[in-house]
């Protein structure tokens, strides 16, 4: 029999995210959408429509033999519900973030992949993107020397003005730091390996916040969760990241990450896009200097980690958005949460592998060389 090229998708998720992952996925020879459900039917069959796939419902997704992999693309509350159904019934996952709320439901998705030998990948794959690939061959290559410390900052005024449904965005599961902090974190560990330990301090601006995107204006929004973290990350490579994840801000001027090594600075751009600008800062160079981009997939290439997954499901070699690191961002998460209410330091137990630098020199819509 031919050896299998491609991948059967189907997205479980139709909602604002879902256009960039079907736009993503046409870039990957490997990935081939065959259907997509939402609980909402009509809006799969938008989808459908618009994408040149079959809507299905979520039952008749998980049932249809075309589908290798799912794609969960629901709100936060109910990831770990759909990953589950989804690997029960014999398919492989990416979810995106994060894995799931509780570490308990990240595990027992871990652990049901691995019973019924199925791979999880989730977002973010951001740092899959030319930006961070950039950074991760200025770090590995030793530009700016071992990395002492740096900073990270994702602060805004929250998404109640742009969301078209900003209600989840205040519930547990998200809040600034479930909802972003896995751009941030995952593309520390991706840069400098696994997390040690974090202590943090968090607080929230207001009980209730106003919509004001046209879906809701005016509605009421009760807020369940901390919406100022400010924290430190130890790293097992000795690096220190002082962090500050916030919907409460309206207006900085810091960078989103930068990291400080013994022979000069990086400026990393913003985890959440997968462009650039690169900026290094070194001795010899003596000012901030923008690096050209050393890798593709620059634009918005969401997908990219399904693409590298379904390398994996194909090929067996390890894919780079894994659940393994997934799991690791959600433990730090809840420590950064942990040590602001017991107010000390935490210790993380996972420790995932580094994943591995994407090659130089890929061929458009390819992955592998
Ligand atoms: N919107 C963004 O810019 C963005 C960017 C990156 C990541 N994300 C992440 O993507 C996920 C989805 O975000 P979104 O903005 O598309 O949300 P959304 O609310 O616009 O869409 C979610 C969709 O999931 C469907 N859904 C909910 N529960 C379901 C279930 N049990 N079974 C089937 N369908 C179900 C909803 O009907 C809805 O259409 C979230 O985890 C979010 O954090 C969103």
């Known amino acids: ?11 479980i998720g139709c909602g604002n995210i879902s256009q960039a992952y079907f736009n993503g996925a046409k870039t990957f020879e490997v990935l081939k959408i065959v259907s997509c ?3 909402n039917i009509e809006v799969a069959r938008a989808k459908a429509e618009e994408n040149g796939c079959t809507a299905q419902t979520v039952k008749e997704l998980l049932a249809n033999k075309d589908v290798d992999l ?7 509350a109910v990831h770990a519900k759909v990953s589950l ?24 998705i871990m652990d049901m992949a691995e019973k019924n030998g199925l791979l999880v990948g989730c977002a973010p794959d951001t740092f899959m993107g030319a930006g961070l690939q950039t950074c991760r061959k200025v770090v590995d290559d030793g530009w700016i020397g071992r990395i002492v410390g740096g900073t990270a900052f994702m602060m805004s005024r929250g998404p109640e003005s742009w969301h078209p449904n900003p209600f989840f965005f205040y519930q547990k599961g998200a809040g600034p730091m479930f909802d972003m902090g896995p751009y941030y974190i995952t593309a520390l560990v991706h840069l400098l390996g696994p997390v040690k330990s974090v202590t943090a301090i968090t607080s929230r601006a207001f009980e209730k916040r106003t ?3 046209k879906e809701h204006f005016g509605k009421r929004i009760p807020v369940d969760v901390p919406t100022h ?15 500050t994840v916030s919907f409460d801000v309206h207006k900085h001027n810091h960078s989103p990450i930068e990291l400080y090594g013994t022979e000069g600075s990086l400026k990393v751009p913003d985890p959440n896009t997968f462009s650039g600008p ?8 003596g000012e901030w200097q923008t690096q050209t981009l050393s890798h593709p997939y620059a634009e918005n290439m969401r997908s990219i980690g399904a693409a590298d997954l379904a390398y994996a499901i194909l090929g067996k070699r390890k894919h780079r958005a894994s659940g393994e690191l997934a799991y690791h961002v959600l433990e730090v998460m809840h420590a950064l949460e942990k040590s602001s209410n017991h107010r000390k330091h935490v210790e993380i137990k996972s420790r995932p592998d580094r994943p591995s630098a994407l090659p130089l020199g890929l061929i458009p819509g390819r992955l592998d060389p």
């Open 70 to 76: 799912v794609i969960n693309l629901t709100v936060p």
């Open 211 to 213: 919509a004001t995107c």
């Open 278 to 285: 690169v900026e290094i800062f070194t001795a010899t160079g």
């Open 229 to 243: 973290y400010s924290g430190v990350l130890e790293f097992h490579s000795e690096a220190i990241i002082t962090a």
């Open 37 to 39: 459900a939402d609980i």
């Open 1 to 11: 029999m031919a050896k299998k090229k491609t991948v059967g998708v189907g997205i």
């Open 85 to 108: 159904t989804a690997l029960k019934a014999g398919k492989h996952v990416h979810s995106e973030k994060p894995l799931a709320i509780s570490l308990n439901d990240g595990k027992a």
